[in-house]
């Protein structure tokens, strides 16, 4: 296990009362011991995702908008709160210490107002996992992009958080952050709220720009993880750069296909 590196402390932070008593040491001996299930869960995801659409088949497709309205909007209320918590936190680090150390610093992992919540981020990609029940509940059509996204961020996640590797702190802010617009935009959807389309260009775009952002982060832990102060792994290094490569160029393909492309209109049949 890596040496903690704190960040300067020098202003204070506002804390809550649940996020002063949360105990990070166990919470991060917790993942160090089961991890692992990590793998059990995306196992079981697969198995009934796969099997569900195999089950569908023959069904008819179910409406379920009140619960997709919930299940969307709890996850926005959640992304949001963790947006603001980890971006407060983010924001200290760099007006204390600078764009280095926002990169290297550990000090996410136990530090006040974001150790909650990094801990949570990592445990709700387990839930999350639940948002392809309503595609395949619904019949829509299940991208690659959107399994693979959730499986392999569900296991990075958790190999990532034992280990308190650097760059910890930009991938959860910024994913805090995008789903926090993204979920906000299902929910408004799944209540049938007319929603303009620049928005969802918007929401593509960001999760482009956090792909790239991942890309870069990883590229900088991997030229400082030599010092001291930025504490990674190569192999750790390695899976995050090839995780989020492989999400920038889907989601780039996801924006060309569905925002730029020009699809032939469909042809008609004359009656007569």
Not at 164 to 170: E, H, K, L, Q, R
């Amino acid at each position: 296990m890596f040496e903690m590196n704190e960040t300067d402390l020098r202003v204070p932070l506002t804390e809550y009362s649940f996020e002063q008593r949360f105990d990070e040491r166990g919470a991060i001996r917790w993942m160090q011991d089961n991890w692992s299930r990590s793998f059990l869960y995306a196992a079981v995801y697969a198995a009934l995702v796969f099997g569900g659409q195999h089950y569908m088949k023959a069904r008819p497709k179910m409406n379920l908008r009140l619960p997709l309205v919930l299940w969307s909007l709890s996850l926005a209320v959640f992304s949001v709160v963790g947006a603001l918590r980890t971006g407060s936190y983010m924001f200290h680090i760099l007006s204390s210490s600078g764009f280095r150390r926002s990169i290297c610093d550990q000090s996410f992992y136990n530090g006040p107002v974001s150790k909650f919540w990094a801990y949570a981020f990592v445990l709700s990609k387990a839930p999350e996992l639940g948002d392809t029940a309503f595609i395949v509940l619904r019949k829509q059509k299940l991208l690659f992009l959107h399994w693979y996204h959730h499986i392999t961020v569900l296991l990075y996640s958790w190999y990532s958080y034992k280990d308190m590797v650097a760059g910890g702190g930009w991938f959860m802010t910024m994913n805090y952050s995008v789903h926090a617009l993204m979920y906000s935009y299902y929910a408004a959807r799944a209540a049938g709220l007319s929603v303009p389309r620049p928005l969802a260009v918007l929401i593509t775009s960001a999760q482009i720009s956090q792909m790239a952002m991942g890309v870069t982060v990883s590229g900088l832990v991997y030229r400082w993880m030599h010092h001291a102060d930025c504490p990674s792994r190569l192999d750790n290094i390695t899976w995050a750069a090839l995780m989020y490569l492989s999400y920038l160029l889907l989601f780039s393909n996801f924006f060309y296909q569905t925002y730029l492309r020009r699809h032939p209109h469909p042809k008609t049949t004359k009656t007569e």
